[in-house]
Structures are given as structure tokens and as C-alpha cells.
């Protein structure tokens, strides 16, 4: 399988970056955890709640290097109980490619390759457990549990206030993300990567989390922040219509397993 042609210069700045954006705490690596706050315990509530359902999922991610970048879209639907969904990534920028199809059940996601990414565009499978991503911010093969795990635990969050996200009243709560989440699925180069910024900074990388939960106590938006100057990466997720059917895709009969290696080729993985 021939690698999707990408952006060299906006993946690696996050980890050669020499500077970091202050705003953000930072954390001693002997700290301590204290009992969950309020706004602790209702992010980790929705986000039980939000994995008891399903939701139609609209996500973007963008990186830039200050100069230039690209974009990832996702798109479709996953029901997060039953563990079955249908996406659709596409890469925005300086270079479009096709949609990356993807069937998720819940030991396996499917993948479709499009004919540039292999002379016989077929389907391709890949354990969902084991999966890593290779670009900072973003999910093994898109799996949107991957941000929820995340934002469940979010160090020290604060309530904004309510706002509208997509026309629903939701509470606005903000944190950040600690080092060994930020981590989470990441694979071993990227995870070096972060630990030798963290070193450098003698503290935690700065990540914010937002997170709105509507009032049903389900979340409805989620957005998470790196920035080390002049590198931005930022994710953000809307999940609507939950409770809805979602229609997924028979499983693909055949399927080729997906090597490591071809997932960190295509950004659109994850």
C-alpha cells in the first residue's frame, strides 16, 4: 500500500516547537489528585451518559505551523452502546484527498482506502483496541470515544457559563488536559516526542479542554487545544441527534489487516 502524500512540515511542528503559549497550569509530576470537583464529576457523568447512547458526530481538526497547514474533517454517526458506526474522514487543505470510509464495530474498524492510497482500493481492518494515533490531538482510526475518554479526565475544570451550541443550551466547562492524557493512544514516537518537550518545559505541555453538556447531561461539543508557538493543533467534536438510529454499513467480508505502519502514513487515520 502506497502513503498518502502529507504535510511534513505541519505534523512535526508540535514536537520540534521550542516555545510554549502560557495561560495553561502546570503540573509536577509528584502531584497528587483530590477528590473530584463538581464540574469534575458532572464532565465524567456526561460523558458516561453521552457512551450509553449515540449522536451523529461532526469533528474537525487543524493544524498549522503559523504559515501553512491543513485540515481533517470527520463525519457520521456511531452508537456508542452498541459500538457499531460509519465515518467519513477527508483531508482539507493545500491537498484534498478522498473520503477515508470506516466501519466500526465493536472489537474492529473497517477502512476503505481510496484508489491513490492503493492500487485496489478495498477494504482494510484493524483491531479498535489497538489502534494508535499519529498526529497530536487526534483518535485512533477517528474513534470519537477516544476524545471522551480524554475529556473524563480533565484536571481541574470551571464552569463557564450556558450557551448555545447548535442551537441547544449547554454549560461551558474548561480545563486542561494533563501529560499522560495527552499521550493516550499515541504511538511510541509521538509519545517520545511529548516527553521530550515536557522535559524542556520542566512541566506539563499547555492543553486546554472545553467541554459543553447540554441539559440532558449529555455532551454536545468538545474542543482541545495544543499550542507550542508557532504550532496550533486544535480538535473540536459536536456530537447532535442523540438517541437517534445510526445505519451502519454491513461489515466488509475480507478484509486485509491494516499494518501499524499504513496507519501513520495517512493523516486521516488518526
Known amino acids: 500500500m502506497r502513503r498518502s ?21 502546570k503540573e509536577s509530576r509528584t502531584s497528587t489528585s483530590a477528590a473530584p470537583s463538581a464540574e469534575a464529576t458532572a464532565i465524567r457523568d456526561a460523558v458516561e451518559a453521552t457512551t450509553k447512547s449515540s449522536a451523529r458526530v461532526t469533528e474537525q ?11 481533517i474533517s470527520v463525519t457520521g454517526g456511531l452508537d456508542f452502546a452498541g459500538g457499531r458506526g460509519h465515518l ?3 483531508m482539507l487543505g493545500q491537498t484534498v484527498l478522498d473520503p477515508l470510509d470506516e466501519v466500526f464495530t465493536k472489537g474492529t474498524v473497517y477502512v476503505k482506502m481510496a484508489l491513490h492510497m492503493a492500487d485496489d482500493p478495498t477494504w482494510w481492518s484493524a483491531p479498535r483496541d489497538k489502534a494508535e494515533a499519529h498526529y ?8 470519537p470515544e477516544h476524545l471522551l475518554r480524554q475529556l473524563a479526565r480533565m484536571r481541574k475544570p470551571t464552569k463557564v457559563g450556558e450557551e448555545k451550541v447548535n442551537g441547544v443550551p449547554a454549560v461551558h466547562y474548561r480545563g486542561w488536559l494533563d501529560h499522560e492524557t495527552l499521550k493516550l493512544r499515541l504511538s511510541k514516537d ?16 499547555p492543553a486546554p479542554a472545553d467541554v459543553w453538556v447540554d441539559r440532558s447531561g449529555r455532551v454536545v461539543r468538545a474542543r482541545t487545544t495544543l499550542t ?14 442523540h438517541g437517534a438510529p ?6 466488509p467480508s475480507g478484509a486485509n489487516a491494516l499494518s501499524p505502519e499504513d496507519m501513520g502514513g495517512d493523516p486521516r487515520m488518526g
Open 61 to 71: 481538526v487543524i493544524y498549522s505551523d503559523g504559515t501553512r497547514g491543513f485540515a
Open 228 to 241: 507550542m508557538e508557532p504550532g496550533k493543533a486544535t480538535t473540536t467534536m459536536d456530537l447532535t441527534d
Open 136 to 143: 497530536f490531538l487526534r483518535a485512533p482510526l477517528n474513534d
Open 246 to 251: 445510526v445505519e451502519t454499513p454491513p461489515v
Open 190 to 205: 509521538r509519545r517520545d516526542g511529548l516527553d521530550m518537550v515536557r522535559s524542556t518545559m520542566n512541566g506539563d505541555i
Open 5 to 25: 502524500i502529507i504535510l511534513a512540515g505541519a505534523v512535526v511542528l508540535l514536537c520540534s516547537a521550542c516555545s510554549a503559549s502560557n495561560g495553561s497550569p
Open 88 to 90: 467519513k474522514a477527508t
